[in-house]
C-alpha cells in the first residue's frame, strides 16, 4: 500500500524562525516521485517541488530547503527565517514514476508564521 | 506558465440546484484532468479522472450520477454536482496534466456551500 503521513498537524512559528515540516512515506515501487504543494488561505495548490527516488541529493531553492532520505523513507521540508507569507497548509504527496497521474496526498501540515 | 483557471471561485445555493464547475488549462493542452474534494482541514482526496473524448473514471465511493464529469476539448473539463445538498458542501479543486513525467498543475479551487 502506499501512504504519505504528515505527523505535524500544526506549526506555530514567529518570523525569522526556521521550520521543519516532516513528511514520512510508503511505497513498494522502487521508482516514484514525491512532492510538496503549498496551499495558501485562498486554497489554489502551488507545486513546490517534485523528487524522484533516484535522485537523493538534497535541494535548495532560496529560503526552502528539502531533504531526502530513503533509508528512513523521509522527504523533509524546511523554510529557514520564516516570513508571514509562508503562512499555509503544506503537503506531501507522493505518485509512482509509471503511473504519475496517481498522486497520494499526506493529510497536510499547517503552518502559521507570526510576526 | 502552466496556468489552471477555475471557475467559479465560489458557489451558495439551494438545496436541490445543480451545479457546474469549470476547469481550463489556459496556456498548455491537458491529456488528463483530475477532480478533488477537500472537506476543512482534511487532505484532498482525488474524485474522478477525465480523459479528453472518453468517460472519466470514478475513485470507489463516488456516485457518478451525483457528480458529472465531461472533459470536452483538452483544455477543459466540466464538474456538475446535480442536485446538490449539505453533504455535498466542500471545495472543489482540479488539476491539469499533460502526461509523461510532469506534475499536475492546479486549479484555484471552488468553494461549494449548499444551504
Known amino acids: 500500500a502506499q501512504k504519505v503521513t504528515q505527523a505535524q498537524t500544526e506549526i506555530s512559528v514567529v518570523e525569522k524562525e526556521d521550520v521543519t515540516l516532516d513528511c514520512v512515506y510508503e511505497?513498494?515501487?522502487?521508482?516514484?516521485?514525491l512532492f510538496w504543494y503549498k496551499q495558501p488561505p485562498s486554497g489554489e495548490l502551488v507545486f513546490l517541488i517534485r523528487?524522484?527516488?533516484?535522485?537523493?541529493q538534497n535541494e535548495i531553492s532560496g529560503r526552502y530547503s528539502w531533504n531526502f532520505q530513503k533509508s528512513t523513507s523521509s522527504f523533509n521540508f524546511t523554510i529557514t527565517a520564516s516570513q508571514v507569507v509562508d503562512s499555509a497548509v503544506y503537503f506531501c504527496?507522493?505518485?509512482?514514476?509509471?503511473?504519475?497521474?496517481?498522486?497520494?496526498f499526506g493529510t497536510g501540515t499547517r503552518l502559521q508564521v507570526f510576526p | 506558465g502552466a496556468v489552471v483557471s477555475q471557475h467559479p471561485s465560489r458557489v451558495i445555493c439551494k438545496s436541490g440546484t445543480s451545479v457546474k464547475i469549470e476547469c481550463r488549462s489556459l496556456?498548455?493542452?491537458?491529456?488528463?484532468m483530475f477532480w478533488y474534494r477537500q472537506f476543512p482541514k482534511q487532505s484532498l482526496m482525488l474524485m474522478a479522472t477525465?480523459?479528453?473524448?472518453?468517460?472519466?473514471?470514478?475513485e470507489q465511493g463516488v456516485e457518478k450520477d451525483k457528480f458529472l464529469i465531461n472533459h470536452a476539448s483538452l483544455t477543459l473539463s466540466t464538474l456538475t454536482v446535480t442536485s446538490a445538498h449539505p453533504e455535498d458542501s466542500s471545495f472543489y479543486i482540479c488539476?491539469?496534466?499533460?502526461?509523461?513525467?510532469?506534475?499536475?498543475?492546479f486549479g484555484d479551487g471552488t468553494r461549494l456551500s449548499i444551504l
Open positions: 488539476s491539469a496534466w499533460t502526461g509523461g513525467n510532469q506534475p499536475q498543475h
Open positions: 511505497t513498494r515501487d522502487t521508482t516514484y516521485y
Open positions: 523528487r524522484n527516488s533516484f535522485d537523493e
Open positions: 504527496a507522493l505518485s509512482p514514476v509509471n503511473n504519475t497521474d496517481k498522486l497520494i
Open positions: 496556456d498548455f493542452q491537458a491529456t488528463t
Open positions: 477525465s480523459n479528453e473524448g472518453s468517460k472519466a473514471t470514478y
